[in-house]
T-cell receptor
Framework: DAGVIQSPRHEVTEMGQEVTLRCKPI?????LFWYRQTMMRGLELLIY????????DSGMPEDRFSAKMPNASFSTLKIQPSEPRDSAVYFC??????????????FGEGSWLTVV | KQEVTQIPAALSVPEGENLVLNCSFT??????LQWFRQDPGKGLTSLLL?????REQTSGRLNASLDKSSGRSTLYIAASQPGDSATYLC?????????FGPGTRLSVLP
């Protein structure tokens, strides 16, 4: 399997623009996670899907952020409008199972977002 | 509040040394604990997973221990190599969320 695939790998955009990050989880995995990593705050869970349904979105920072999972093989994280403080690495991860318990999580290589 | 800390924040050792990385967590009601490795510009790779009922797990030169009662886990790396240089993160599974530590940045000097 190719692993978790994220695109774009790098994105530089101007403040106010819409940003869409994409993720293809590992085939057969039914849980998908979006994380954000910054130097100041480390890794933070933004949202967690199970069987394409959002289970926990309490980590989504504000209404400018939205995530969708229209099918088992694709998810998007959208930021509209983007702000400089959104600059971070956004990771998508997937696993098999309803909860994290006992299941290894596989991470993509991240989308490096810079908002200027 | 569920918090995870790691010490030291950074560590530099000569090749061949055995070393220990520490992870502490405030809430002991965990399902499991995982250790991850992150190389610069890359995602996280799972190294070891310890279930809450286990005391330790081993994989090659890596050994991870878990003491739930004291809220601690250690990652032991034997005979360190330059290829071990990376950031090591522990993550505690509380059932519906993983809480990650800030990581320990390891440099193994040839």
């Amino acid at each position: 399997d190719a692993g978790v695939i994220q695109s774009p790998r790098h994105e530089v955009t101007e403040m106010g623009q819409e940003v869409t990050l994409r993720c293809k989880p590992i085939s057969g995995h039914n849980s998908l996670f979006w994380y954000r990593q910054t130097m100041m705050r480390g890794l933070e869970l933004l949202i967690y899907f199970n069987n394409n349904v959002p289970i926990d979105d309490s980590g989504m920072p504000e209404d400018r952020f939205s995530a969708k999972m229209p099918n088992a093989s694709f998810s998007t994280l959208k930021i509209q409008p983007s702000e400089p403080r959104d600059s971070a690495v956004y990771f998508c991860a997937s696993s098999f199972g309803r909860t994290f318990s006992g299941n290894t999580i596989y991470f993509g290589e991240g989308s490096w977002l810079t908002v200027v | 509040k569920q918090e995870v800390t790691q010490i030291p924040a950074a560590l530099s050792v000569p090749e061949g040394e055995n070393l220990v990385l520490n992870c502490s967590f405030t809430d002991s009601a965990i399902y499991n604990l995982q250790w991850f490795r992150q190389d610069p510009g890359k995602g996280l790779t799972s190294l070891l997973l310890i279930q809450s009922s286990q005391r330790e797990q081993t994989s090659g030169r890596l050994n991870a221990s878990l003491d739930k009662s004291s809220g601690r886990s250690t990652l032991y790396i034997a005979a360190s190599q330059p290829g071990d240089s990376a950031t090591y993160l522990c993550a505690v599974d509380y059932g519906q969320n993983f809480v990650f530590g800030p990581g320990t940045r390891l440099s193994v000097l040839p």
